[in-house]
């Protein structure tokens, strides 16, 4: 089957499957102009919801974890929403005024006519979230899938007189030919892609106009409560990213959506309801804040903006030249360690002093000779951003991590969430953390995989022009390099990122961060082979150090013009992912944990004999970039330059600082 949209935004030839989005950068695209000079569109969407107590079989997805159906616990639980959290809300949404647009399982109409009646009553948007949100589309056939929306469709004329005119997946499920169904029956927009804040035109087979109007992961009561975030912390988020969205819609992009997701069973519970109305106090007292329906930001888009949207191109950026290639130092002799030989053998350790590796050696702080960076700053910054992709259908031997971060889960192909978020990074967060950290100085290296350089091209050639570094990164964030791969693919993964980025960006890299930050045990001797001399996987240390990769691994060759491999350890309990996603620290948190860090590694920079630290940052576009977030990094960046004498540069550069000081 050909899933390749073919409509009127025709595909770019170098577009990233499923080929339906072109890839226009917030910074290089046409105006948007709401009603009234609104700089905000605002949407209120709660999801009115039934979950079956026995629901049907899915081969691809089970609905109650927990336990054996029925699981009482979960189906009660959701249950309380439409019994009492459903009408606690309604009340505070009446008080403000809210026409809200309800993403709604259309079998509500049938089980619970009184809530049904309410939100008609209310002239409330129906949009539909399937007819029960334990019966997913990920596994149905297009026969199938065409006949649920004609069911939708005539479920909602039926019990609301009105005209579907879009969808959120039950449970954000999809198939690869969801958006040209949903046009072929006559819908206009689509939510389940997370991946800008405007409007966006989805290619169709047909050429049926259909538009992503951005749904919200990130202001949504599920993700929130769920990843340990109380409602005052939910409060502020909602109040920051409105107060960024308005800021930024004076740029040449004009007016930005801001959509909050409220589920009854969270929002409409007594100890949070008092916050859902500080949140409206706010969102709602703003003259230029549109608060509308999703179908009215689709009609307008489409009525205003689409045609543009399809025609723009960006303009290309000029590459800057080159950076010269740092020259080589004289390599550190290397440990008198045996080679790794592949496969691993697993037996008795070897007891031995220092490490159980060729790479570096063991070095306790208190041991060092003081440590100087340039101008006897006590402590180097350095910013890392990442720029990832997760493929629409990875080669089935591929490996990545089961704990992938973004989205909701590991959902069934296609993984809209998993895609979307990551794509966000790419149109949006990226320029917004580019100017936070440009505010404060710090030079950006920027962590690039093969399939983002060859598929985003504009965006390689503008970090160049920018003046940020570009680092290898692998080939993308679902084929990571492990242990697993033979010594042969792992060279030919390597060459495919440099080659990929050389011919985006017009440089080739001489710093790695893997994917994932995951490496085999011959990675580093592969990349010195291939000329790489920065590394940045090891979060090990607060200092540089040198790596030796000479005679680690039979058959690999370091190039005499490489310079000697320097690791640039990363602070891993600031990295955004580690802290905001695994940890699930909250934000006041995550900037405590770099201003604190930053405060003492200044202090023992000037202090300690060990001398200098280093604190590299690591962040990622899609989710250290979301609105809401990148004030708070921009506050603990404020706090940390104001600490005084603060060394930053670029990966590179603090590489080559380093390898002159160990000489």
């Known amino acids: 089957m050909d899933n390749t949209a073919s409509g009127l935004i025709a595909p770019l030839p170098e577009s990233l499957p499923p080929h339906r989005v072109r890839y226009l950068p917030i910074v290089d695209r046409p105006r948007i102009r709401w009603p009234n000079d609104a700089r905000v569109a ?41 019994r009492v959290g459903f009408w606690r809300m309604l009340d505070v949404l009446d008080r403000y005024g809210v026409v809200a647009t309800a993403s709604t ?41 065409r006949t649920f929306y004609i069911e939708c469709i005539e479920a909602l004329r039926s019990h609301a007189g009105q005209q579907l005119r879009g969808m959120l997946g039950p449970a954000v499920s999809n198939t690869a030919l969801t958006p040209d169904l949903m046009a072929e029956a006559g819908l206009i927009y689509h939510a389940d892609w997370f991946h800008d804040d405007q409007p966006v035109p989805l ?11 951005p749904y919200s992961m990130e202001l949504n009561d599920v993700p929130v409560f769920t990843q340990h975030y109380d409602t005052d912390d939910f409060v502020s988020i909602a109040r920051a990213q409105l107060d960024v969205l308005r800021r930024e819609a ?74 010269p290639r740092v020259a080589a130092a004289s390599a550190p002799s290397p440990r008198p360690v045996a080679a790794l030989q592949a496969p691993f053998e697993f037996g008795p350790a070897h007891h031995q002093h220092g490490m159980d590796h060729p790479y570096y050696d063991w070095s306790p ?25 997760v493929e629409w259908e990875p080669p089935p031997d591929a490996y990545s991590l089961r704990r992938r971060s973004g989205g909701l889960a590991r959902l069934p192909a296609p993984d809209y969430p998993q895609l979307t978020i990551r794509e966000y990074g790419h ?47 692998g080939i993308a964030a679902t084929r990571l390099i492990t242990s697993k791969n033979s010594e042969a693919d792992e060279r030919a993964a390597i060459a495919q990122c440099l080659d990929a980025i050389e011919g985006a960006a017009g440089t080739r890299p001489t710093t790695w ?31 540089p150090y040198l790596m030796s990769t000479d005679g680690a691994l039979e058959g690999t060759d370091r190039s005499p013009a490489t310079a000697p491999m320097v690791s640039l350890p990363l602070f891993l309990e600031a990295d955004d992912e580690f802290a905001l996603w695994h940890r699930r620290a909250s934000l006041d948190s995550w900037r405590g944990i770099i201003s604190g860090a930053a405060a003492r590694m200044h202090r023992d920079g000037a202090e300690h ?55």
């Not at 320029?431 to 985003?456: C, K, N, S």
């Not at 995951?518 to 790489?532: D, M, Q």
């Open 105 to 145: 399982n259309l079998a509500v109409f049938d089980h619970y006519p009184e809530v049904g009646a309410a939100m008609v009553e209310r002239g409330w948007e129906i949009m539909s979230h399937g007819i029960y949100n334990t019966r997913y589309i990920s596994s149905i056939n297009e026969t199938a899938e």
């Open 42 to 82: 605002l949407w209120i969407a709660p999801n009115v919801e039934h979950y079956e107590y026995l629901p049907p079989r899915d081969p691809q997805r089970n609905t109650w974890t927990r336990s054996p159906h029925p699981d009482v616990q979960g189906y009660g639980y959701r249950d309380y929403g439409n």
């Open 365 to 389: 702080l208190p041991s060092r000779a003081p440590f100087e960076w340039p101008n006897q700053s006590p402590l180097a910054v350095g910013a890392v951003i990442v720029l990832e992709h």
């Open 427 to 473: 149109r949006v967060g990226i320029f917004r953390l580019l100017d936070v950290l440009e505010r404060h100085g710090i030079a950006a290296t920027v962590a690039v995989d093969a399939l983002t350089a060859e598929h985003y091209g504009w965006l390689a050639s503008y970090l160049v022009e920018r003046g940020c570094e570009i680092a290898g990164r």
């Open 250 to 323: 004076n740029d040449a992009a004009g007016g930005r959506v801001m959509c909050v997701a409220l589920h009854p069973y969270l929002m409409g519970m007594p100890h949070r309801i008092d916050g859902l109305a500080a949140m409206l106090e706010y969102l709602m007292g703003h003259d230029d804040v549109w608060q509308t329906t999703a179908s009215q930001i689709a009609q307008h888009f489409i009525d205003h903006h689409y045609d543009d949207f399809a025609a723009h191109e960006p303009v290309p950026p000029e590459p800057l030249p080159s950076r």
């Open 203 to 213: 290619a169709t087979r047909s050429g049926q106009r259909l538009v992503s109007v």
């Open 609 to 663: 004999p060990a001398g200098g630290r280093l604190l590299m940052l690591t962040l990622r576009p899609w989710l250290a970039g979301q609105p809401f977030r990148a004030p708070v990094l921009d506050d603990a960046l404020n706090q940390v330059t104001a600490l005084g004498n603060i060394h930053t540069a670029t990966a590179t550069d603090l590489a080559a600082h380093a390898r002159t000081f160990f000489g």
């Open 513 to 543: 961060f893997s994917a994932e930050g995951v490496e085999s045990f011959r990675t580093p001797a592969l990349l010195a082979e291939a000329g790489i001399d920065t590394v940045l996987d090891w979060p090990n240390d607060e200092q």
